[in-house]
């Protein structure tokens, strides 16, 4: 644990804390509470929205992913910013007109239905918890590293700091936290960028001087009648694991005496014989003890971190290339000749141990720098739909946000409303573009974490010093801090004022209804807590594909049509957002992925996809068309 | 603290003109975001092109779509403020007499 780290990230937790308390005394009134008294100036509330938006997931999560699995991390970057042009040209005006404090507001407008209320107070109590829990894990992921804390504590903080923040000063602090922390990730992302293109690129990264590269070892093996000899080595198992062999070997002298741990290796053929390489690994025995490369895990043995270029177009050995331009960094990963050192990982039983494997696998940079290698858009029709399914959830999801939609309601007019998305698009692309330079930084300069690849883009700017590092993790936290306080305002607001005060009637003074609010944003944000400690260890941003799924299809087709199809009837809204919601969260639910969650073989899973928006926003479509043909009559009597 | 005094919205006269433009604009988006999608599902490869300065088509389409955003937004926003002073100073001298 640094000092300057715990420095900084105490000063951006105590900076946002005191933010809270000025403001406090400006949300006493339910408008004051819910929707910043709807006087922010619209250039602060375009950097703000950026604050809400650039959430765990795209800093931590889209760089991580970048830095495992190339382009289709950035896949990620195009959806998200697309989906401000669905916000800006088809939303931000109307949300503005016909809304006052929540996303139900803006649906019931015409109605005043009992169905809206309730069913758009639960989605967007749905929408934010799914989009909690990928925040709430990126939490946990940088608490480790920055103040040697466990993932449940960094969680712990997390919550207790927004619930804080929430409960005292409502829209207003949100507000000011967001602008401040969205303007600085910019900023700091701007210099880590340049750092990177200032380093250039190099076969053997060793972080400036810093950190020795080390080469991995291969062995060449023979084999005869089947049986494997390695010099130097004792052969002790074989394994099959879906198609990777892994062999366990030990090091042992010219008396079979041992001379260092068992280790797995990966068995390659090569034109040479047979080729073993070396791998990273950890064991949980049966009393729970967790090894690592053959060691009992400690503070100082953990896993290594990878990612390295092993080819510049074409040349291996020690090659560098100085500084280089942002065209030509792009140009040299993504050359056909280039070659990267990328590792991926297998897990089975080994006796009545659990073992993990990482293995290197050497990928061209033209693969690199194409979709494909975590999105099959080359493969079989399901990966092809799944893929599709993704890219349109992030374009229709960001639209209907709740987080995003209450923002609109916190500035004076829906010429405002207009001109701060326009903001928000010029700082969120901005950041989307650096993204790309973040993560392939990360993936050519051995900064990769195997266990966490969330940590990718802070850790590349530890490569660069501790202040960097520092600096971009306090804000990495204070960007989840914004991203769950406005979460939360939004929940807060479905609980106290979509589901108490519209839905049920409950007669409330507007003092009332702020001390509810408060109370709900106390147990949404208990909830994610709790759910961030479950979620561990998956990329942030795979998890907010899901919310935007949600979202997209439980709210968006609902939005559209009142906006667009005059024989839209409430029933019909009602029915759309709940057969989105259905719909959305079924498919999540019997996905491969959470089949794993569960403990059970992703293979048993019931569906072979995990990617809803290519069904369910459909499906809530033709349901708000169905519903509301069948009930237009009794709208008439009505 | 850049706060602007919370007003109350006269009647804006060119919100039909405004949800026309959104909508082309959106639509026009939408087609070329969906090029993107298909190319990338019919012919993945495609994407290893080199467009220029070594940068292939995926890079160049990806950030292509970025910045393409950025200038219909801006575009847009001058369609609307253009009109948006047209026709309510319009209509409000008109009915000022």
Redesign the interface.
Known sequence: MEILSVVLFVFIVLLVLVLSWFFARRSKSASGYFAAGGNIHWSVNGIAFAGDYLSAASFLGICGMIATVGYDGFLYSIGYLAGWIVALFVIAEPMKRMGKYTFADALDSKYNSKSIQLTAAISTLIVSICYLIPQMVGAGSLVTPLLGLPHAAGVVIVGSIVIFIVATAGMTSTTYVQFLKGGLLVIFSLVLVFSVMSRGISTKPDQGGKVPFQKSVELTAMESDGVMQVDGFKVLDEKDIAGVVLVKMVPVDSNQNLTGPVAWWKKMKSPDGIQLCETQFFNINANGEKWINGAPASEENQLLQVGTITKIRGKAGDVETGPVGPFKFLAIIGDKNSEIKRWKSVSFEDGDEQATVYYPVLTSGNTIMRPGLKFKVGGTGIERMEFISLMLALFFGTAALPHILIRYYTVPSAACARKSTIVAIAAIGFFYILTMYMGLGAMVNKVVNLADNNMSAPLLAKSFGTFLFSMISAIAFATVLGTVSGLIVASSGAIAHDLVDRFSGVEMTDKQKVRLGRIAAFAVGIVAIILGIVFKGMNVSFLVGWAFAVAASANLPAILMLLFWKKTTAKGIAASIVVGIIAAIGIILLSPEMWVRYGLPAADAPLKFGQPGIFSIPLSFITLVVVSLMTQKKTKSA | ???????V?GK?YA?GY??RV??I??VL??LV?AG??II??SN??K??SIVF????L??VY??G???F??I???I??GL??KK?ALLNKKTESKEGR
Do not use: Q, R
């Open positions: 603290m850049l706060h602007e005094p919370a007003v919205e804006d919100i405004k949800m959104g909508v604009m959106f988006y939408a975001y993107f999608v990338n599902v993945p490869v994407m290893e300065s070594g940068l292939n995926a890079v990806g950030f779509l970025i910045i955003a950025l219909l937004a801006l847009y926003n609307c403020t948006e």
